[in-house]
């Protein structure tokens, strides 16, 4: 599966433009026949669709797909919160998108069963530390751009976040516009 060109510009366009979340699905061929939205030629592509556009933290899915996305307005911080990356362990979706100012963040549940709040106590506090270290290290989470070393900040604190991860079968990616 795959984001066309124009989708990645449309939502860098979102991301850069709107000082308020934009959220949606990101839409296999066959949930664009199920949910009734024009069908795309490619049978690989996602198909960018928009659900709501609103206030942060505002964003509520209104379909269950496979892939979920919202962005992180240019106002936000540029990484996701631990509420974004643990909703993969809900029932749907099973891969979370978060488009922000510094690039996408991809978050992947390869297994299907919920996790309550209360088994992820100390996991949750441990990456709101490592998330909190990002915020410190990256001008409170809104650098416009990572330098170098803020890059490489952020990518030794997502191998530790990763490790965390790893125990609920879940794993974060992120790549940089």
Aim: charge should be positive.
């Amino acid at each position: 599966m795959f984001l066309s060109s124009n989708t990645i510009d449309t939502i860098k366009n979102l991301v850069l433009e709107n000082k308020v979340e934009v959220c949606g699905h990101l839409l296999t061929q066959d949930e664009q026949e199920k949910y009734g939205i024009p069908i795309s030629k490619n049978r690989d592509e996602l198909v960018l669709y928009i659900d709501n556009v609103g206030e942060q933290s505002f964003c509520l899915p209104t379909m269950y797909t496979k892939y979920t996305w919202h962005t992180h307005s240019r106002v936000s911080k540029g990484y996701p919160s631990v509420q974004d990356i643990f909703l993969p362990l809900r029932k749907t979706p099973k891969i979370s998108c978060i488009f922000t100012i510094w690039g996408i963040w991809q978050v992947n549940a390869r297994n299907s069963r919920y996790l309550p709040l209360y088994n992820r106590k100390n996991p949750d506090q441990r990456i709101e530390q490592l998330l909190g270290q990002i915020y410190h290290s990256t001008q409170k989470g809104r650098s416009i751009y990572l330098s170098k070393d803020e890059r490489r900040i952020v990518n030794n604190l997502l191998r530790e976040i990763n490790h965390i991860l790893s125990r609920f079968d879940m794993v974060i990616y992120f790549t940089d516009w």
